[in-house]
């Protein structure tokens, strides 16, 4: 394949990804935009409740707990558990958003209990890289990771 050929089928897979994401949004922001009625939030845990319970829960959740209500209940298929959690009536935190405080502190309590850390991407072990096309979009992926969406 020519270079000619391999940045025309590059440009077409980012134009075609830049649909589809615009598609997921447009759905996502219509009638059914995701949320909860009652303000609820859930990730499923690859693992045992009774040890993500045990002895408090991890820095994530903990550092909210008072803010919170959290359900814990088998995952469908026997597939771990799933954590429901929401801020509590007149609770408040002292974030901009709270509800992208609980996403994250989920999300963060998930990749604590199932791989002994919070995974981050920035900043790179392997140092700085230079800007290219498909780099920037990667490098926009990733600073939206973070950010609404599947938990």
């Known amino acids: ?3 000619k050929a391999a940045v025309a ?3 077409v897979g ?3 990804g830049l649909v589809a994401r615009s598609m997921v949004r447009e759905r996502r922001d219509s009638a059914g ?3 909860h009625p009652q303000g609820w939030k859930a990730v499923t845990i690859l693992g045992d409740a009774d040890a993500f ?7 994530p959740l903990e550092r909210l707990r008072d803010a919170l209500e959290v359900r814990i209940a ?3 298929g026997d597939r771990g558990f799933e954590v429901h959690a929401r801020l509590r009536d007149g609770a408040e935190l002292s974030d901009d958003d709270p509800d992208q405080a609980l996403r994250t502190a989920l999300r963060d309590a998930k990749q ?3 791989t002994g850390e919070v995974l981050r991407v920035k900043p790179r072990p392997h140092g700085h890289r230079s800007v290219s096309l498909f780099g920037a979009l990667v490098d926009k992926a ?3 990771a973070k950010g609404e969406g599947v938990l």
């Open 1 to 3: 394949m020519g270079v």
């Open 14 to 16: 980012v134009a075609a």
């Open 33 to 35: 935009d995701g949320r």
């Open 142 to 144: 990733e600073d939206d």
């Open 112 to 114: 604590l209990f199932e």
């Open 74 to 76: 088998p995952a469908p």
């Open 9 to 11: 089928v590059g440009a």
């Open 53 to 59: 319970a045990e002895g408090g829960y991890p820095p």
